[in-house]
């Protein structure tokens, strides 16, 4: 090979390295990742299970042969708070906590108070978004109230006092105001209170059709409820104040429990629209109605994780054996 030649061979390989480095593939860009946890009886009884928010790879955390319902996530720890029937307790249903992989299953750390304390019917525990405290609802006082206490260090203050049923509580983003569900109104209806200054709630509904199960948007601006103001269960949204109420589903169907995607895009529900409970995703405006079980076991009580994460949670399908 010649001088010329030379040259213009490496003349050339000098132009085409950065050309070919420019038609790589770039790198797939990881979407931030969540799951949605829900109740379901498939495995002949009722038990705690996650999915992805598009219905793939449903895990079976708990495995037991008695009934666990109502899922909550606690906060950004990568635990779950559900509602259990045991062995150990078979007339008692108790709060527990466990760790997202399912181990470490047990008893509300602060329970042993509560009972100690005559808080006998506690079923069922809904944690702040920063994870220092805890709702519950107790009918300790004679009626049912909604009471709310340090994680750390328990002494339940009752935010609701009023001789009518309140339940289904649920924090605001910032953790300084509970909405929850009231027939104080003679029927029920959405109320909001301040917990700072353990004020007097708020009707934010004020209708003569039962209203339940609120939840806050991740924002703050809205709340997802439900509602029967159109015949039958629908799920409704509403900006914080009571204002703007606009129907999403628009379903014939039963339509319960909203909680929305850890970015405010998307609800996520259960409905008996196909003939048995099923979990259901939409668009926060009410488009594009989703099954993501498809399942002929009933499916309900879907709770949406409150964080996003480029990374998948560790789960295993490893511990399979169930107890009781």
């Given at each position: 090979?010649?001088r ?6 490496v003349t ?7 050309v070919?480095?420019q038609m790589q ?6 979407e931030?990742y ?7 009886d ?6 705690i299970?996650?999915?992805?928010p ?9 495995h037991n042969?008695?009934s ?18 045991r062995e150990e307790h ?12 399912g ?5 509300f750390?602060?329970i ?5 304390n ?5 079923t069922t ?11 519950f609802v107790?009918e300790?006082?004679g ?6 206490m340090?994680?750390d260090?328990p002494?339940?203050?009752n ?5 009518a049923?309140d ?13 929850f569900?009231?027939?104080r109104s ?5 109320y909001?209170v301040?917990?700072?200054v353990?004020a007097?709630?708020v009707?934010?509904?004020n209708t003569?059709?039962p209203?339940?199960?609120?939840t806050?948007s991740?924002?703050?601006q809205?709340?997802a409820?439900g ?19 606009r129907n ?8 319960w ?5 850890p970015d405010g895009k ?21 488009t594009?109605?989703t099954n993501l079980?498809?399942n002929p076991?009933?499916?309900?009580f879907p ?5 996003l994460t480029?990374?998948r949670?560790?789960?295993t399908?490893?511990?399979t054996e169930k107890?009781?």
């Amino acid at each position: 090979m010649n001088r010329k030649t030379l040259l213009l061979a490496v003349t050339l390989l000098m132009i085409w390295q950065p050309v070919v480095g420019q038609m790589q593939p770039p790198a797939t860009p990881r979407e931030p990742y969540s799951l949605i946890a829900f109740t379901s009886d498939r495995d002949k009884y009722p038990e705690i299970y996650v999915m992805n928010p598009d219905g793939s790879d449903p895990i079976n955390l708990t495995h037991n042969d008695w009934s666990d319902t109502v899922p909550r996530w606690v906060s950004d720890q990568r635990m779950l708070t559900f509602s259990a029937v045991r062995e150990e307790h078979p007339q008692a249903k108790l709060p527990y906590i466990m760790n997202l992989d399912g181990t470490q299953s047990e008893p509300f750390g602060a329970i042993t108070y509560l009972l100690d304390n005559y808080f006998l019917d506690v079923t069922t525990i809904f944690p702040s978004n920063d994870g220092r405290q805890v709702a519950f609802v107790s009918e300790r006082a004679g009626d049912s109230e909604i009471y709310i206490m340090d994680w750390d260090d328990p002494d339940p203050l009752n935010i609701t006092r009023n001789p009518a049923h309140d339940s289904s509580p649920d924090w605001s983003p910032d953790d300084t105001q509970i909405v929850f569900q009231s027939d104080r109104s003679e029927n029920y209806e959405i109320y909001v209170v301040d917990v700072q200054v353990n004020a007097e709630p708020v009707n934010l509904t004020n209708t003569d059709t039962p209203e339940f199960a609120p939840t806050w948007s991740p924002d703050g601006q809205k709340i997802a409820f439900g509602t029967s103001r159109d015949g039958n269960p629908e799920i409704y949204v509403m900006d914080a104040d009571g204002s703007d109420v606009r129907n999403l589903t628009n379903h014939p169907g039963g339509d319960w429990n909203p909680d929305w995607s850890p970015d405010g895009k998307f609800i996520v529900f259960f409905t008996d629209r196909d003939g048995n409970d099923e979990v259901y995703i939409m668009d926060a405006d009410g488009t594009n109605q989703t099954n993501l079980t498809n399942n002929p076991a009933d499916d309900f009580f879907p709770s949406w994780s409150p964080w996003l994460t480029v990374d998948r949670p560790s789960l295993t399908h490893s511990d399979t054996e169930k107890s009781g």
